[in-house]
């Protein structure tokens, strides 16, 4: 009987790779072969023309002795993630419990703050250099003349300001299907025990919105680290390498060059990667675990 | 079961085999015109028969696609090309989005199309690495002479002796002024003949700060500084690009004259006004006098047609004048499987007739010397004037590390302008910066 249900249970995990091969197929040529090549080529000089040279760990040594990586990719990114993650989960819990709420027009509120999630990045950096240009709308509204992306003290905090803005939307959305999903016997309960609206936020939404909240930092903190597609189309990494972050710095090496890097582009992939393994990892113990003790 | 569908599989691979070796003839589409009513032209398809040579061969044709006129009038070529030598098929794969990321890692795939378009800047690199097929032998097989085309295009797209590129087009920069802000400030209209000193006076005069309009255009741009450092007797690089020459007391000198401008309001960057480009300042009003190519004249006709100007070749400077030199060639990949007739095609988008028809498209300046003398350039005198830049240009083009050397002459320019840092310290840090690059 026993062999019988093994042999059954082997066939049944024989159909389910069968089914999942298409599929396995791609995550080995195109993501399991890629990351393997890549970190071949880490260790590598190579220019994409000529063959790979190994070189050992000295393109690891160039980049984290680089001044554009030092100087100005690693503390902007570091800077774009610690204050984009924290502001934009804030703002988008917070907009998520309102439109929890009964409010009127809730609906078209959930629509506008939605619509930038669908919008692609491109247009919306378009969208951000008009309103930011020194004749701006923004500009204008608060009388000020501040050339916002020419700028190297306020360039990268106006693309953060735009990141956040077009972000907001889908967290949003992760809350609001979150706090669904909370019984509302538990609102009902803490209303009855006279609590108010900040403090069934605090010991009631909270808490019960930690999967959620561990969910929308780690996506937020990975977005983050990897900021591309604003900097490319706003500013280009300047001025002055203000907005000069580690995946534009990445696309500088591997593909804008004359002469490519792509060893040192694929080195500056993997030290990337292993920071935000490491932010990851520490998020883990900070979000997740209080909640498994309070259990 | 199992035999019907053998059977089918069969009947499938005996179709496919039956349709590979059918036709000898086949259909293309080619647009012909046809005049309906009076005044409307419509453009129609017609099927038509074209025979068909027992051997074909294949040439993939690959550039940037820039506008669908523009394309239009390279597949209007290729269809010329097409009917005079039917034993070649052109296949035309134009690249949309970032055609260097594209073309170099087909490349590296070793995938790369026959021909391809190679800009000046990134040619260096290409021709290092052996990539390219050396032309010489065609050219002198077929007499195509190297006079012909304008000398210093020619020798841009030299490499070690050997010509690896047929210069397809370029462009050089021109003073692009604004004839209505000349004549209200007064002022003469400028000539070929002004040095540094009448543009700086002009400047003066037609800069009105309090009403965000500017004299003259000063952007953080490696693609425009330069010339003022020719026009002084410097240089950006040494003769084998092994060294910068951006901290010699001419290029610093250069920069001090160039950054002076915005110092003194009578110059602005084209973000001070707003714009992204100064293309726009300059259609827009902003900014009376600009350096740019001949690529402002078709925008400033689409989107201001109604601000006046003129073009003439930059302002000499102390040591005379200098310009400098955009340019595309074609090239032809080491890898290509039929050389010869990637070449004839080469050779034909670049023959007297081609390059007159796309002078006369209005597009871009084709390469060859005698266009200088034609009709077209003496009916259009900005076109001209851009042409005639050629003669004192300088390629755009500063070596293997020409990126390097780019973004630190820009941010030098930036440092000034942004940070007031001293305009020598700014250059030599520049300098220091583009030799660490060098080395790498």
Known sequence: ?295 | MKRSLFALLTLAVVATLLVACGPQTVTVTVPVEKTVEVVKTVEVTKEVPVEVPAERVEVRLSGWASSPSETALLESLLYKFSVENPDIVVKYEPITGDFWQAIKTSVAASTEPDIYYMDIFQFPFFAQQGVLAPLDDYMAKDGVKKDEFIPTLMDAFTYEGKIYGIPKDFNTLGLFYNKDLFAKAGLTEPTDDWTWNDLQAAAEKLSDPANNVYGFGVPADSGRFPVFVFQNGGQVMNADFSDTLLDSPEAIAAAKFYTDFRAKKIGAIPSDVGEGWQGTAFGKGNFAMVYEGGWLIPYLAQQFPNTQYGVVTPPAGPQGEGNLIFTVAYVLSQNSKHPEAAWKVINFLTNAASQQTVLESGFALPSRAALEQSDYLKNNPASAAIFRGARDGTPFMWGLKGSDVNDQMGKALERVYLENQDVTASMQEAAQKIREALKD
């Open chain 1, 1 to 295: 009987m026993a062999a019988s249900a093994g042999r059954q249970r082997r066939g049944e995990a024989f159909t389910a790779y069968v089914m999942l091969s298409p599929w396995l197929f791609i995550f080995f040529v195109f993501i399991v072969f890629s990351i393997g090549w890549a970190f071949y080529l880490s260790f590598t000089n190579y220019n994409l023309f000529s063959a790979p040279k190994w070189v050992g760990l000295a393109e690891y040594q160039k980049v984290l002795t680089n001044e554009d990586f030092i100087k100005h990719a690693l503390p902007n990114t570091l800077k774009y993630v610690g204050i984009v993650v924290p502001v934009q989960t804030v703002l988008s819990l917070i907009i998520a419990f309102a439109m929890d709420q009964k409010i009127k027009g809730r609906r078209i509120f959930r629509t506008l703050f939605y619509i930038p999630s669908v919008t692609s990045s491109v247009v919306i950096s378009l969208i951000f250099l008009w309103l930011f240009s020194k004749v701006g709308i923004i500009n204008q509204i608060f009388g000020l003349k501040i050339d916002w992306l020419n700028n190297p003290t306020y360039a990268l905090p106006t693309i953060m300001m735009v990141n956040i803005w077009a972000t907001i939307g889908t967290m949003m959305l992760i809350f609001l299907a979150a706090l669904q999903d909370i019984p509302y016997a538990l609102y009902e309960a803490a209303a009855i025990d006279g609590a108010n609206i900040f403090q069934i936020f605090r010991y009631i939404t909270i808490p019960a919105l930690r999967p959620a909240i561990f969910f929308v930092v780690t996506m937020g903190v990975i977005g983050c680290f990897q900021v591309f597609d604003q900097i490319y189309v706003m500013t280009a990494g300047g001025p002055l390498g203000s907005t000069t972050t580690i995946a534009y710095l990445i696309y500088k090496w591997a593909f804008r060059d004359t002469t490519i890097r792509m060893g040192r582009a694929a080195a500056t992939s993997f030290i990337l990667a292993i920071m935000i393994l490491i932010v990851t990892v520490i998020q883990r113990k900070f979000i997740e675990r209080p909640e498994e003790q309070g259990r």
